[in-house]
T-cell receptor, first 116, second 115 residues
Framework: AQTVTQSQPEMSVQEAETVTLSCTYDTSESDYYLFWYKQPPSRQMILVIRQEAYKQQNATENRFSVNFQKAAKSFSLKISDSQLGDAAMYFC?????????????FGKGTRLSVIA | ETGVTQTPRHLVMGMTNKKSLKCEQHLGHNAMYWYKQSAKKPLELMFV???????ENNSVPSRFSPECPNSSHLFLHLHTLQPEDSALYLC??????????????FGPGTRLTVL
């Protein structure tokens, strides 16, 4: 079974600085998807960024980018120019690329605080 | 707004009560999910529905009973719950892309407290 590990329960960053959240996963599959979700204090979880395992290029979405290291099974999230609105719980998630509807596997999350 | 709504947002119930949680998605998706989110634990998948059919029951106790009358609505019926069932219950939906269900869109959750 796949597992997702987020080793940093809490992180903090100064406003306008850069922070990197870690995520590692364990799988025997070669094709899969990886996601970072953000859950602000209002609790609605939203997708931040996704990465297909077959793509070597790291995904980017504005100030958010990932460092995907397939061999190391690592998928870290970098937030540049941090803003107060980035404060939230961040969850890393894995999904098999098998056809059909395989469930997402989530990590325990990292709580990010942004200091003004 | 993600296009997934949940009601109520907060619910307090006694162990002998019966209540229902409702989820509605306006995204045209075919799959819907219930998750339980407890403090300091990963999200726990409870149920999965594809095209109104339940495809996964992740060893959930029978005091939780899901219902999916159509692809847009999902309910979670609760009865004789225990205090340890207190948690945030999240609904999500996803659509097919290239034959694979991909990212999920989440509702705001229902904060459930069982007394």
């Amino acid at each position: 079974a796949q597992t997702v590990t987020q080793s940093q329960p809490e992180m903090s960053v100064q406003e306008a600085e850069t922070v990197t959240l870690s995520c590692t996963y364990d799988t025997s599959e070669s094709d899969y998807y990886l996601f970072w979700y953000k859950q602000p204090p209002s609790r609605q979880m939203i997708l931040v960024i996704r990465q297909e395992a077959y793509k070597q290029q790291n995904a980017t979405e504005n100030r958010f980018s990932v460092n995907f290291q397939k061999a190391a099974k690592s998928f870290s999230l970098k937030i540049s120019d941090s803003q107060l609105g980035d404060a939230a719980m961040y969850f890393c998630a894995y999904r098999s690329a098998n056809s059909g509807n395989t469930p997402l596997v989530f990590g325990k999350g990292t709580r990010l605080s942004v200091i003004a | 707004e993600t296009g997934v709504t949940q009601t109520p947002r907060h619910l307090v119930m006694g162990m002998t009560n019966k209540k229902s949680l409702k989820c509605e998605q306006h995204l045209g998706h075919n799959a819907m999910y219930w998750y339980k989110q407890s403090a300091k634990k990963p999200l726990e998948l409870m149920f999965v529905y594809n095209f109104k059919e339940q495809t996964e029951n992740n060893s959930v106790p029978s005091r939780f009973s899901p219902e999916c009358p159509n692809s847009s609505h999902l309910f979670l019926h609760l009865h004789t719950l225990q205090p340890e069932d207190s948690a945030l219950y999240l609904c999500a939906s996803s659509g097919l892309r290239g034959g694979v269900y991909n990212e999920q869109f989440f509702g705001p959750g229902t904060r459930l407290t069982v007394l």
